[in-house]
C-alpha cells in the first residue's frame, strides 16, 4: 500500500459520519473494460463444488453489456458456474455441466453508477438465491440446481473474479470485500445488516471460510490478491497494479463521472467512458461530449476541488455547471438555452457553445496533452479558480449561489479529445503519472499537486451530516412515509408508521377511489378528494383518528374495502398548529421546519395584496391550496412554476400566467397578489394549504427538459434515493404522474403509477424511471414523464440521503 494511501485512510472514522459505520471498509480494487484486469485462484484441494456462498461489494461503471463477476474453467469434470451482469442489466447466475443445470436471472435491472451494490449468492445443493443490499430479489428466470456438480471449489479447476477471458465480457468499475465460502450456503446477515434503513457491512474476518474460502479485501497494493480469511489462498492478480486500489469505498464513496448525466452536441454523440468512469473519451463524429460529477456540491458546504489530466488536447473543456434540478433545463440540443454556467479551458480554438447570456468562460493557451487542470469551487463565498499544472490561471471568478456538479468536455475525431478525472481518489490519472501525495483537508483525497486550503476531495464522508438522514437526531421515514396495506372491511389500524402523521393521502390501487385526503388542522374524518371539484365532506367510517404511530381506518370502502390493495402517504408536520399572524390575514400553522412542511388554514378576506404566514422561516418552493367549505380547485403554484404561473392538480391543464395573482412568497408568508385567485383568496371562507421548502438530501422540487428517449431520458440529481416521486408536464396536458418505492421496489420491469387528477386504478405497463441513489434517470418516451422538448416539474421525497445511500 503506498504511503500516500495509507494517509488518505489514516483518519477515515474521524470525519463527519464516520461514526455512522461500525465496520469500515478502506479499499476497492478498479476493473477496466477492454483490459485483461482479473485474479484468478486454483484450488489444490476438493472442496465442496454444490453448496458455498459468493460475495461481492460492487460498484459499476460500464452498463448495458455483458460484464462478468465470477467465472469457473470448464477443464474439470466439463462443469463451468459464473455471475455476471447481463447486456440488459439483469444478474444471472448459472452452473452448466455442460447443459444449464441451475439459471437464476433477476427482474431487478442494475444500472446504478453513483453508490454501492453489496451483492450475495447463496448456493446449496438445490436452492441458489440472489440477495442485493441485504434484500433477495425476484426472478425472471428461475431454473434451480438439480444436485449436480459445478466448477467451484474442484482441484485444478481455475476461479476468477472479473474474467480470465476478456473476448466474455470485463467488469469495468470497483469490487470491495470479496468473499467465497466453501460449503455453507449463508445470508446476507454474515456480511451486513441494516442500519437505520441503510445496508451497512460487518466485518467478516469470524466467518468460517472452507477449505478454498478466501476473503479478499484488497489492502496491500504490491499484493492485492492476498486473502484474509486465515487459509492463505491467495489470488493471482492479471493486468492489475498498485494503481488499481482505490480508496473509494461502500462506507466512503468517492464520485466518478456519471454516464446517465451527458452533454451530446449535436444530439445522440456519447464519448465512451472507462477505469471505472474516471476517464472519458470525446464522441466518434465531429462533436462536443461532456459529463458531469456523480456528487453535487451544494451551497455553503465549504471548498471542494478535482483534478482533470488532458490525454489527448482537443478543445478540452472543465469547469463546474448547474445540476438539471437548479437549471431546469436538460435540452443538449439547443445551446442558446443550455442554462448553465460553466467556465471552460480550451486547448486551442475558442468555441461559441458555451457563449451565451448564462455562461461565463476563460480560454487559456498554455494547456497542452499531459497537462492537469485543477478546480476550485468555493461553495461558501460562491467563487470558483482555475490551476494549469498547479499554477492558477486566470482570476478567480464569482458564480451565482447554486448546486454546481464538476464538468469535464472534449471534442469529437482528429483526434478524439481524451480526459482522465480525479474527484481524490486517484492522483496517478489510472498509472499515467506519480502519485501526488498531496490530500485534502481531512486526509481523505489524493492529489497531484497542492490542494488549496481546506478544500476537500469530493467523496461522500467529506459531505456534511444531513439534518434528517441515518445519523441524524430524525429519519426520513420519521418524517415522510410511504406506506402499503389491504383493506379488510372492518376497523383497521395502520400502525407502521413511524410518528404520528398530521397529513395522510390515501389511493385504492385496485379501483375507481377518489384519492382520500387528510391533515390534523381539519381534523380526522374530515376529507377532500385529489381528482373532483366537491368540498370536504366527513365521514365517521373514514381515517377516524391520527395515531401515535399511523391512523385508525373505518369500514368505508375508499380508505378500507375488504380485499382491495391501498397505497398512503405520510406527512410529519407539527401536530394541531398554533396560530400565526405573519400575514395580514391570520392563519393556523402546523410547521415541521426541518423537514420544510407546513399545514395552513384560514379564512380568506378575497382583498388584493393581503398575505398568509406559513411558518416554515425559509422561502417555500411549492404551495398547494384550496377552498374547503364549497366546491373548487387545487392550486398549484409557487418559485418552481414561477411569478404568477399556476396549475391546478385536479386537471390535465399545462400551467397558465395571471398577471397580478400570485407574487413570490417570501421566508414568512405566502402573498396573495394584487388580484384574487380562486384558489387562494376570492371568497370568504375557509382555506387549506400546504406548503413545501426544499432540504438538502430530503426534498427537491425541480424541472426538467423531455427529450422523447425511450431507454435514455434526462438524469435529475435530487442528491438522495428517492421514496416518492410527482411529475406534471408544466407546457402540456397530461396527468399528474405519482410513484414510489413502496409500490415499486426496484428498478426495471414495469413501474407502478398513480395520476392524482384522476381515482383510476393503479397503471404498471412500462418502465418508467429508475429511482437511483443520487435521484432519478427517465427511461421512456411517454408524454406524462418525456415527452420530446416536454417541460416538466417534479416533487421528490428522499428514502435516504445520498451520503449514505446503497445504490439501487
Given at each position: 500500500m503506498s504511503s500516500s494511501k495509507k494517509l488518505i485512510q489514516a483518519s477515515a472514522g474521524n470525519v463527519a459520519g464516520g461514526s455512522f459505520y461500525d465496520y469500515e471498509i478502506e479499499n476497492s480494487l478498479r476493473f477496466n473494460?477492454?483490459?485483461?484486469?482479473?485474479?484468478?485462484?486454483?484450488?489444490?484441494?476438493?472442496?465442496?463444488?454444490?453448496?458455498?456462498?459468493?460475495?461481492?461489494?460492487?460498484?459499476?461503471?460500464?452498463?448495458?453489456?455483458?460484464?462478468?463477476?465470477?467465472?469457473?474453467?470448464?477443464?474439470?469434470?466439463?462443469?463451468?458456474?459464473?455471475?455476471?451482469?447481463?447486456?440488459?442489466?439483469?444478474?444471472e447466475y448459472f452452473s452448466a455441466t455442460p447443459g444449464v443445470d441451475a439459471q437464476m436471472i433477476t427482474s431487478s435491472v442494475f444500472r446504478d453508477v453513483s453508490s454501492w451494490y453489496d451483492i450475495v449468492i447463496s448456493v446449496s445443493s438445490t436452492n441458489v438465491d440472489i440477495y442485493v443490499n441485504g434484500v433477495e430479489q425476484p426472478y425472471g428466470t428461475v431454473n434451480q440446481p438439480s444436485g449436480a456438480d459445478t466448477g467451484v471449489n474442484l482441484a485444478g479447476n481455475l476461479m476468477s473474479t472479473s474474467t480470465s477471458t476478456p473476448s466474455a465480457g470485463t467488469l469495468d468499475g470497483y469490487v470491495?470485500?470479496?468473499?467465497?465460502?466453501?460449503?455453507?450456503?449463508?445470508?446476507?446477515?454474515?456480511?451486513?445488516?441494516?442500519?437505520?434503513?441503510?445496508?451497512?457491512?460487518?466485518?467478516?474476518?469470524?466467518?468460517?471460510?472452507?477449505?478454498?474460502?478466501?476473503?479478499?479485501?484488497?489492502?496491500?497494493?504490491?499484493?492485492?490478491?492476498?486473502d484474509s480469511s486465515g487459509n492463505s489462498n491467495n489470488?493471482?492478480?492479471?493486468?492489475l497494479t498498485s494503481s488499481d486500489q482505490m480508496p473509494d469505498t461502500p462506507t466512503n464513496n468517492f464520485s466518478t463521472l456519471n454516464p446517465l448525466l451527458q452533454f451530446p452536441?449535436?444530439?445522440?454523440?456519447?464519448?465512451?467512458?472507462?477505469?471505472?468512469?474516471?476517464?472519458?473519451?470525446?464522441?466518434?463524429?465531429?462533436?462536443?461530449?461532456?459529463?458531469?460529477?456523480?456528487?453535487?456540491?451544494?451551497?455553503?458546504?465549504?471548498?471542494?476541488?478535482?483534478?482533470?489530466?488532458?490525454?489527448?488536447?482537443?478543445?478540452?473543456?472543465?469547469?463546474i455547471s448547474y445540476s438539471p434540478t437548479d437549471a431546469g433545463s436538460m435540452n443538449p440540443n439547443d445551446s442558446a438555452t443550455y442554462g448553465y454556467y460553466l467556465f471552460c479551458y480550451y486547448g486551442w480554438g475558442y468555441s461559441n457553445l458555451y457563449a451565451t447570456a448564462s455562461t461565463i468562460a476563460q480560454q487559456v493557451t498554455n494547456l497542452s496533452a499531459g497537462g492537469i487542470v485543477g478546480i476550485l469551487y468555493d461553495s461558501d463565498n460562491s467563487e470558483v479558480t482555475f490551476f494549469v499544472n498547479g499554477t492558477q490561471a486566470g482570476s478567480t471568478m464569482s458564480v451565482p449561489s447554486a448546486?454546481?456538479?464538476?464538468?469535464?468536455?472534449?471534442?469529437?475525431?482528429?483526434?478524439?479529445?481524451?480526459?482522465?478525472?480525479n474527484f481524490g481518489q486517484d492522483s496517478t490519472f489510472g498509472g499515467r503519472i506519480?502519485?501526488?501525495?498531496?490530500?485534502?483537508?481531512?486526509?481523505?483525497?489524493?492529489?497531484?499537486?497542492?490542494?488549496?486550503?481546506?478544500?476537500?476531495?469530493?467523496?461522500?464522508?467529506?459531505?456534511?451530516?444531513?439534518?434528517?438522514?441515518?445519523?441524524?437526531?430524525?429519519?426520513?421515514?420519521?418524517?415522510?412515509?410511504?406506506?402499503?396495506?389491504?383493506?379488510?372491511?372492518?376497523?383497521?389500524?395502520?400502525?407502521?408508521?413511524?410518528?404520528?402523521?398530521?397529513?395522510?393521502?390515501?389511493?385504492?390501487?385496485?379501483?375507481?377511489?377518489?384519492?382520500?385526503?387528510?391533515?390534523?388542522?381539519?381534523?380526522?374524518?374530515?376529507?377532500?378528494?385529489?381528482?373532483?371539484?366537491?368540498?370536504?365532506?366527513?365521514?365517521?367510517?373514514?381515517?377516524k383518528s391520527f395515531d401515535a404511530n399511523g391512523f385508525t381506518l373505518g369500514t368505508v370502502s375508499p380508505v378500507n374495502a375488504s380485499g382491495d390493495d391501498y397505497v398512503f402517504y405520510c406527512y410529519k408536520a407539527?401536530?394541531?398548529?398554533?396560530?400565526?399572524?405573519?400575514?395580514?390575514?391570520?392563519?393556523?400553522?402546523?410547521?415541521?421546519?426541518?423537514?420544510?412542511?407546513?399545514?395552513?388554514?384560514?379564512?380568506?378576506?378575497?382583498?388584493?395584496?393581503?398575505?398568509?404566514?406559513?411558518?416554515?422561516?425559509?422561502?417555500?418552493?411549492?404551495?398547494?391550496?384550496?377552498?374547503?367549505?364549497?366546491?373548487?380547485?387545487?392550486?398549484?403554484?409557487?418559485?418552481?412554476?414561477?411569478?404568477?404561473?399556476?396549475?391546478?392538480?385536479?386537471?390535465?391543464?399545462?400551467?397558465?400566467?395571471?398577471?397580478?395573482?400570485?407574487?413570490?412568497?417570501?421566508?414568512?408568508?405566502?402573498?396573495?397578489?394584487?388580484?384574487?385567485?380562486?384558489?387562494?383568496?376570492?371568497?370568504?371562507?375557509?382555506?387549506?394549504?400546504?406548503?413545501?421548502?426544499?432540504?438538502?438530501?430530503?426534498?427537491?422540487?425541480?424541472?426538467?427538459t423531455g427529450n422523447g428517449s425511450a431507454t435514455d431520458g434526462p438524469f435529475v440529481y435530487t442528491g438522495f434515493r428517492p421514496a416518492f416521486l410527482v411529475i406534471k408536464q408544466s407546457n402540456g396536458n397530461n396527468s399528474w404522474n405519482t410513484s414510489d418505492g413502496a409500490r415499486t421496489p426496484y428498478n426495471g420491469g414495469n413501474d407502478s403509477w398513480l395520476n392524482l387528477n384522476l381515482p383510476n386504478a393503479e397503471s404498471s405497463s412500462q418502465d418508467l424511471y429508475d429511482y437511483l441513489s443520487n435521484g432519478f434517470k427517465l427511461r421512456s418516451s411517454a408524454g406524462g414523464v418525456n415527452g420530446s422538448s416536454g417541460k416538466y416539474i417534479y416533487m421528490a421525497f428522499a428514502e435516504n440521503p445520498f451520503k449514505y445511500s446503497n445504490a439501487r
Open positions: 473494460t477492454g483490459n485483461a484486469d482479473y485474479l484468478t485462484f486454483t484450488p489444490s484441494t476438493n472442496g465442496n463444488n454444490t453448496t458455498f456462498t459468493l460475495r461481492f461489494m460492487v460498484k459499476l461503471g460500464n452498463l448495458n453489456k455483458q460484464r462478468w463477476l465470477f467465472l469457473t474453467n470448464i477443464s474439470v469434470g466439463n462443469a463451468y458456474t459464473g455471475v455476471r451482469f447481463n447486456a440488459n442489466n439483469t444478474l470491495a470485500e470479496m468473499v467465497l465460502v466453501d460449503g455453507q450456503a449463508l445470508t446476507p446477515t454474515s456480511f451486513g445488516e441494516f442500519k437505520n434503513g441503510i445496508w451497512v457491512p460487518k466485518d467478516c474476518s469470524g466467518l468460517s471460510f472452507g477449505t478454498n474460502g478466501a476473503y479478499l479485501k484488497f489492502g496491500n497494493s504490491g499484493a492485492l490478491g492476498a489470488w493471482t492478480v492479471n493486468g452536441y449535436p444530439a445522440g454523440y456519447y464519448g465512451a467512458m472507462y477505469n471505472g468512469n474516471l476517464e472519458k473519451e470525446g464522441a466518434a463524429s465531429n462533436a462536443y461530449t461532456g459529463s458531469y460529477s456523480t456528487i453535487a456540491m451544494p451551497p455553503n458546504t465549504g471548498k471542494w476541488y478535482s483534478e482533470h489530466y488532458v490525454q489527448v488536447l482537443n478543445r478540452n473543456a472543465f469547469g448546486t454546481y456538479l464538476f464538468f469535464a468536455d472534449g471534442y469529437g475525431v482528429s483526434p478524439k479529445a481524451y480526459n482522465v478525472s506519480t502519485a501526488g501525495g498531496n490530500t485534502d483537508a481531512n486526509g481523505l483525497g489524493d492529489f497531484k499537486y497542492t490542494v488549496p486550503t481546506d478544500a476537500l476531495a469530493l467523496c461522500t464522508a467529506n459531505l456534511p451530516e444531513p439534518t434528517i438522514g441515518p445519523n441524524s437526531a430524525t429519519l426520513s421515514d420519521e418524517n415522510f412515509y410511504v406506506g402499503l396495506y389491504t383493506g379488510t372491511g372492518a376497523e383497521l389500524a395502520i400502525t407502521q408508521v413511524p410518528f404520528s402523521p398530521d397529513k395522510v393521502d390515501i389511493k385504492d390501487r385496485d379501483i375507481g377511489h377518489s384519492w382520500m385526503v387528510f391533515d390534523r388542522l381539519r381534523g380526522a374524518t374530515n376529507f377532500l378528494y385529489y381528482d373532483t371539484l366537491g368540498g370536504q365532506q366527513t365521514n365517521a367510517q373514514s381515517l407539527n401536530g394541531s398548529g398554533v396560530t400565526n399572524t405573519d400575514g395580514s390575514i391570520t392563519s393556523t400553522v402546523s410547521a415541521n421546519t426541518d423537514a420544510g412542511f407546513s399545514i395552513v388554514t384560514y379564512t380568506s378576506n378575497n382583498t388584493p395584496n393581503s398575505s398568509i404566514g406559513h411558518g416554515l422561516g425559509v422561502t417555500p418552493k411549492v404551495i398547494i391550496t384550496r377552498r374547503v367549505g364549497v366546491g373548487s380547485q387545487w392550486g398549484f403554484f409557487g418559485p418552481i412554476l414561477g411569478v404568477d404561473k399556476y396549475m391546478y392538480l385536479d386537471v390535465t391543464d399545462a400551467a397558465t400566467t395571471a398577471i397580478g395573482y400570485m407574487p413570490a412568497p417570501s421566508s414568512t408568508v405566502v402573498n396573495t397578489g394584487a388580484n384574487t385567485w380562486s384558489a387562494l383568496n376570492d371568497q370568504i371562507d375557509t382555506y387549506v394549504q400546504y406548503c413545501f421548502a426544499e432540504v438538502e438530501g430530503f426534498s427537491s422540487f425541480g424541472s426538467y
